[in-house]
Each structure stands twice: as C-alpha cells, then as structure tokens.
C-alpha cells in the first residue's frame, strides 16, 4: 500500500491512477485532520471557522477524486495524527504545513498527468493554494510569500508532512 516512492513517468492513464491515489491519500489525511481537530480541541474564531471550512472542502476534494478513480480508489489508510492534535500551537503549525505540502505536492504532480488527469487535480490545486494562503494569514505569516508556489515529490511531501507528525 501507500503512494509509489517516485512518481516521474510519461503521462499515461494508469499514471494518472497512481498519481491520483496518491492526491486521495493527501485529501483523506486532510480531511481526517480537520474533522479529528474539530472534535479534539476547542477551536473557536478564525482557526475553528477555518478547520470546519477547509474541513469541508477536503471532503469534497475526496469525494471528487474517489468518482474519478472509482474501483481503481485504493482503500484508505489507517490514520493516527498522536501530538500534532495536543493542542492548539500544533494544530495550527501543522495546518499551515499540511496546506502548503499539499499545494506543493499536487504542483509537483502535475506534469506527470494527462490532459484528463490534469484537469482533475488542476480544479483541486487551486483550492488548497487558498487554504494554504488562508492559514498562513491566520499564523501571522505572508498569505503570498513567493510569486510562485514550490513543486515538489511524493518523497520530499512525505518528509514534510512528518516533520510535523502527519505521515510515518
């Protein structure tokens, strides 16, 4: 199970599967994140709206991509977010990172799908770019940082969302 190490082939219809699994993986974690964070932390204001929010979204961005993948869905993943739920400090750090792993991993995707596949994680990408921003600006930080937003691979994601403890 789990996403494949490396994702970098000519673009093909059942590299378009592997590379939307993996964007599934990401929208199931997000989702499971928000809706844990929601129901363990007493989020109020700004952070609580955005949780339930984005939470809402990452439901929709599952939902999409699993009728796109339809049988070819891999089965989810088993999910245990440990500290990063302690408090609200952790949430939010690991909310910004979340968001920007995912904006940067879908980036660093897109050249390995077709024109379909594309334009099923294009419509996705643009999304979690706003919820990234989003929660940078609730953190304190630049909600636009850099004129362009980083691509990166499934293995660098990976390391990323760790570092935060959100993958093993």
Request: proline share 5%; net charge negative.
């Amino acid at each position: 199970g789990g996403p494949p190490r490396l994702l970098a082939s000519a673009a093909s219809p059942e590299q378009d599967v592997e590379v939307l699994n993996f964007a599934l993986d990401l929208e199931r974690l997000q989702e499971a994140f928000y809706a844990e964070a929601r129901s363990s932390l007493s989020l109020g204001g700004q952070w609580g709206e955005f949780a339930r929010v984005v939470g809402g979204h990452e439901r929709a961005h599952r939902e999409f991509i699993e009728a796109a993948l339809g049988d070819a869905a891999r089965p989810p993943p088993s999910l245990d977010f440990g500290e990063v739920l302690s408090d609200e400090e952790s949430f939010r750090a690991a909310a910004v990172a979340l968001e920007e792993s995912a904006t940067a991993a879908y980036n660093g995707q897109a050249t390995n799908l077709t024109a379909k596949g594309l334009a099923t994680a294009a419509r996705i990408a643009s999304v979690e770019a706003r919820h990234a921003s989003w929660a940078r600006d609730l953190a304190g930080k630049s909600p636009a940082p850099r004129a362009s937003d980083r691509a990166i691979g499934v293995q660098p994601a990976t390391v990323e969302l760790s570092r935060v403890g959100l993958a093993s």
